[in-house]
């Protein structure tokens, strides 16, 4: 199991934040993860990555019950893509020893690589088209080419379980496809990891997302095979708003109905 959450809760300042969540994600399975703004899902993924602790429930990512593992090896084998994660990078940092960093969790590059290490780095940011900017400084590049730069390091460290934080933000329309064609052939390749992509927008839920998990004020609202979630009555009830939905190539788009 990569995700075993056990209705858990994060309560604040008696606030209730997350609440009796119960969500399992298997081996091979790819998430969407929607919700609104404020429903919960960066706290959702921020104690996934062991940054915070449930109050109550129990939770077990990638086998490993908290309380019972060392976190920082647990975050060795989780990539984290993030606006938070790209405001971090120092803007003079080029792109090969940016993923090169990826391999030691770090933010900057504080050791010695080795021929191999370099040579893996070189691949990934050739298969996620970035060998044209490579040695341009990240403070310099385009959202689109920072996403595929942050992907690639975050490969870098072979991880098991991979974040994608809505990681189509500020992209324009073709700049949005290339990046999702990536995360398409990444999902479809042997060694891929378990991917769980975020977003507000349903039509860049791609096919390979067949799982999707719809968080509402702090619960899960629904959890499921895609096609049985995103659905015109679910979706509906799901925004306190009458919505159609729309299909074409295989994706899905939301759209309000007036
Ligand atoms: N440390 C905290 N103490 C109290 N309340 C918190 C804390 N962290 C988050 N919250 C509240 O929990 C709710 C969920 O926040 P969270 O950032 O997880 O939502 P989100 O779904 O990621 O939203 P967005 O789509 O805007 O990023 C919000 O109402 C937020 O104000």
């Not at 290490?117 to 050739?126: G, W």
Request: with cysteine; glycine share 8%; proline share 4%.
């Amino acid at each position: 199991m990569i995700i075993d959450a056990q209705k858990i809760s994060w309560v604040r300042a008696d606030h209730t934040v997350l609440q009796n969540i119960d969500w399992q994600v298997r081996e091979g399975e790819h998430w969407s993860l929607i919700g609104l703004n404020g429903s919960g899902k960066s706290t959702l993924l921020k104690m996934i990555n062991g940054y915070i602790w449930p109050t109550s429930g129990s939770l077990a990512v990638l086998g490993n019950p908290f309380g019972t593992v060392d976190l920082r090896e647990l975050r060795r084998k989780i990539g984290w893509v993030s606006a938070s994660l790209s405001e971090k990078i120092r803007v003079d940092e080029c792109p090969e020893s940016i993923v090169l960093s990826g391999k030691f969790a770090s933010i900057g590059l504080y050791v010695r690589t080795s021929s191999a290490e370099r040579e893996r780095a070189h691949d990934l940011l050739h298969k996620l088209g970035c060998t044209s900017f490579e040695n341009r400084p990240f403070g310099l590049l385009s959202q689109g080419e920072k996403q595929r730069v942050l992907i690639a390091r975050a490969l870098m460290a072979a991880p098991r379980l991979l974040i994608l934080d809505e990681p189509c933000n500020g992209l324009d329309l073709f700049a949005r496809e290339r990046l999702l064609s990536l995360v398409a052939e990444l999902a479809g390749s042997p060694e891929a990891p378990t991917i769980i992509f975020v977003t507000h927008h349903v039509d860049e839920i791609l096919p390979c997302f067949a799982h999707t998990l719809l968080l509402k004020a702090g619960t899960v609202y629904k959890a499921g095979a895609a096609r049985e979630v995103l659905t015109p009555e679910i979706m509906t009830d799901f925004y306190d708003r009458r919505v159609t939905v729309l299909q074409q190539n295989g994706r899905l788009s939301i759209a309000l109905t007036f």
